[in-house]
C-alpha cells in the first residue's frame, strides 16, 4: 500500500540522547515535510524538503536537523534532545513544493524527553 | 496575531444537523486552503482543497472561500457521530511552500 512509513511509532529518550527519526515515503513525491504537533499550538512546521539534496527551515527548526539523501527518505534527527522537544511528530510529503499541492501525512511519532 | 486562527470548541451538534466550521487567517497572498480531519490519537487526514473564491462541494462536505474576508469555512451535512473529530485548517503562505495549521476546532456529532 502506498504511503509515508514513520519509525518509530513511539519512543522515551532519556535528554541529551540523539535520536533519529525515520520517514519514508513509496508516492514518488518530491516534496516532503516534517511537523511537530503540540496541545493547543496545533502543527508546526520543523524543515522541509521540495526535492532531493535541498532543505529549508520551518517554523521551529531549532534543535533539529534533517536531510534528503533521495527521493524516498526524510530523517529528523534531535541531536540533543531536551523535554520540551516531547510532542508527536509528523512526516508529510506532496508531489512538490508548489503552490496547490495538498500534504499527506504519515501515523506519526509520539517521542517523550525525560 | 496567529496565522490561521480557529475556535477550539468544542462544537456539538446533533445527528443529522449540519455542522459549520470556521477559519481566518492573516495572510493576503495564501493561495491555497486545506481542510484535514484528525481523530484523537491518528494522524492529519486530507478532507477537501479550495483554491478560489466560493463554494466547492464533495459529497456531505462543502468548503466555502472568500478571500477579501480572509475567511474559509467548511460546513458538514448531514452530521453523523463518526465526523466527531478534530478539524485542521490550513493554508499556504511564502509563494505557496509552506502550509500554516490552525489549532483545530473539535467537533462532536451527537446521537
Known amino acids: 500500500i502506498a504511503g509515508i512509513t514513520q519509525a518509530p511509532t513511539s519512543q522515551i529518550l532519556a535528554a541529551g540522547r540523539r535520536m533519529t527519526l525515520r520517514c519514508t515515503q513509496d508516492?514518488?513525491?518530491?516534496?516532503m515535510y516534517w511537523y511537530r504537533q503540540d496541545l493547543g499550538l496545533g502543527l508546526r512546521l520543523i524543515h522541509y524538503?521540495?526535492?532531493?539534496?535541498?532543505?529549508g527551515k520551518g517554523e521551529v527548526p531549532d534543535g533539529y536537523s534533517v536531510s534528503r539523501a533521495n527521493t524516498d527518505d526524510f530523517p529528523l534527527t534531535l541531536a540533543s534532545a531536551v523535554p520540551s522537544q516531547t510532542s508527536v511528530y509528523f512526516c508529510?510529503?506532496?508531489?512538490?513544493?508548489?503552490?496547490?499541492?495538498?500534504?499527506?501525512f504519515g501515523d506519526g511519532t509520539r517521542l517523550s524527553i525525560l | 496575531q496567529k496565522e490561521v486562527e480557529q475556535n477550539s470548541g468544542p462544537l456539538s451538534v446533533p445527528e443529522g444537523a449540519i455542522a459549520s466550521l470556521n477559519c481566518t487567517y492573516s495572510?493576503?497572498?495564501?493561495?491555497?486552503f486545506f481542510w484535514y480531519r484528525q481523530y484523537s490519537g491518528k494522524s492529519p487526514e486530507l478532507i477537501m482543497f479550495?483554491?478560489?473564491?466560493g463554494d466547492k462541494e464533495d459529497g456531505r462536505f462543502t468548503a466555502q472561500l472568500n478571500k477579501a474576508s480572509q475567511y474559509v469555512s467548511l460546513l458538514i451535512r448531514d452530521s453523523q457521530p463518526s465526523d466527531s473529530a478534530t478539524y485542521l485548517c490550513?493554508?499556504?503562505?511564502?509563494?505557496?511552500?509552506?502550509?500554516?495549521f490552525g489549532a483545530g476546532t473539535i467537533l462532536r456529532v451527537k446521537s
Open positions: 508529510a510529503s506532496s508531489a512538490s513544493g508548489g503552490v496547490n499541492q495538498p500534504q499527506h
Open positions: 508516492m514518488r513525491h518530491n516534496a
Open positions: 524538503s521540495n526535492t532531493a539534496g535541498t532543505t
Open positions: 495572510d493576503r497572498g495564501s493561495q491555497s
Open positions: 479550495i483554491y478560489s473564491n
Open positions: 490550513a493554508v499556504t503562505v511564502e509563494y505557496g511552500n509552506k502550509l500554516v
